[in-house]
């Protein structure tokens, strides 16, 4: 691998990892704590969407964030030839 590819690779591989961790970080502490109270207004299925995420939605919300980065990295691999066999 070139050194312009790797700096590529890397490039591509920090930005996912900062993406998905910013959208982590604004679903647990955003929407978990700080927009707690003007989200339990809301309801969903019977609970309070604030109490909701701060209990369940994170969870899911790292569940799908999880997914969504293997097979994001997989396509990374794969554009920069670095996948596992």
Known sequence: ????NRA???SATLRLLVTLL???FLVSFGFGIL?????NEI?????KLGFW??????????VLLGI???????RIDKQFDVREE
């Open 1 to 4: 691998m070139t050194p312009e």
């Open 8 to 10: 590529a690779y890397w």
């Open 22 to 24: 910013v959208i982590g």
């Open 35 to 39: 927009l707690a109270e003007p989200l």
């Open 43 to 47: 309801h969903l299925g019977g609970f």
């Open 53 to 62: 995420f701060a209990e369940q939605g994170s969870i899911f919300a790292f």
């Open 68 to 74: 969504f980065y293997a097979l994001r990295m997989n």
